[in-house]
């Protein structure tokens, strides 16, 4: 099955289009002001108007606020949900929307503990553990964490790089990958040389 890929932290039409026509699956936008990748609802319903279609166009969120969340998903036309703070699934399950889990890896996170909690979830997304900062770090994690057995789609995150994103994929054989960081020329944005890189790598054998 052919990895699939997401480009996160976009902030600009540009960066978007590039990586649609690079051949990204997804695009993610970042609702969260304590990150120089965060962006507006205007720009995000540009962003989103801007892509062509069968690209998916994904809103993460940090601790949310519920009437903040839903005048973005309206706004904007986000198609799937990225939450990473820790509030209840019938919290996330009240948005009417496709949503992924974030889960910061350490050694006691129990990844089939996660699945039970958020059932509806659509997938894991797996991402580094860095205190006060809840993704976007640009570093990895010990993916021998990751147990072969889980039944949710398993997208993941932290610190990939095209020199790395190769050997991630044959550890943890995940539905898709997720880069933000590891494709920019500053915070926030993107660089079309290492996205397509990147996106050259995970094809590559596929």
Same mark, same amino acid.
């Given at each position: 099955?052919?990895?699939?890929?997401?480009? %996160?932290?976009?902030?600009?039409?540009?960066?978007?289009?590039?990586?649609?026509?690079?051949?990204?699956?997804?695009? $993610?936008?970042? /609702?969260?002001?304590?990150?120089?990748? %965060?962006?507006?609802?205007?720009?995000?319903?540009?962003?989103?108007?801007?892509?062509?279609? +069968?690209?998916?166009?994904?809103?993460?969120?940090?601790?949310?606020?519920?009437?903040?969340?839903?005048?973005?998903?309206?706004?904007? $036309?986000?198609?799937?949900?990225? /939450?990473?703070?820790?509030?209840?699934? =019938?919290?996330?399950?009240? /948005?009417?929307?496709?949503?992924?889990?974030?889960?910061?890896?350490?050694?006691?996170?129990?990844?089939?503990?996660?699945?039970?909690?958020?059932?509806?979830?659509?997938?894991?997304?797996?991402?580094?553990?860095?205190?006060?900062?809840?993704?976007?770090?640009? =570093?990895?994690?010990?993916?021998?964490?990751?147990?072969?057995?889980?039944?949710?789609?398993?997208?993941?995150?932290?610190?990939?790089?095209?020199?790395?994103?190769?050997?991630?994929?044959?550890?943890?054989?995940?539905?898709?990958?997720?880069?933000?960081?590891?494709?920019?020329?500053?915070?926030?944005?993107?660089?079309?040389?290492?996205?397509?890189? +990147?996106?050259?790598?995970?094809?590559?054998?596929?």
């Amino acid at each position: 099955m052919q990895t699939r890929i997401k480009i %996160c932290g976009i902030t600009r039409i540009e960066d978007g289009l590039a990586a649609a026509r690079l051949g990204a699956d997804a695009i $993610g936008m970042v /609702f969260y002001e304590a990150t120089p990748r %965060c962006v507006t609802v205007d720009q995000a319903r540009a962003i989103a108007q801007a892509l062509p279609p +069968f690209v998916t166009r994904v809103g993460l969120f940090v601790d949310v606020d519920a009437d903040r969340v839903r005048a973005t998903i309206s706004a904007v $036309g986000l198609d799937i949900l990225q /939450f990473h703070g820790e509030e209840s699934a =019938e919290t996330y399950r009240a /948005f009417g929307r496709p949503y992924i889990k974030a889960v910061r890896m350490q050694d006691h996170v129990d990844l089939h503990a996660q699945q039970r909690a958020y059932p509806d979830a659509v997938g894991l997304l797996l991402d580094s553990y860095v205190k006060h900062a809840p993704g976007g770090s640009g =570093e990895t994690f010990d993916w021998r964490l990751v147990p072969q057995d889980l039944e949710k789609p398993i997208i993941l995150a932290g610190g990939l790089t095209a020199d790395n994103v190769k050997d991630a994929i044959k550890a943890v054989q995940p539905f898709a990958v997720d880069v933000s960081s590891g494709v920019e020329e500053a915070k926030g944005i993107k660089d079309p040389r290492k996205i397509s890189a +990147f996106i050259e790598k995970v094809r590559e054998d596929q």
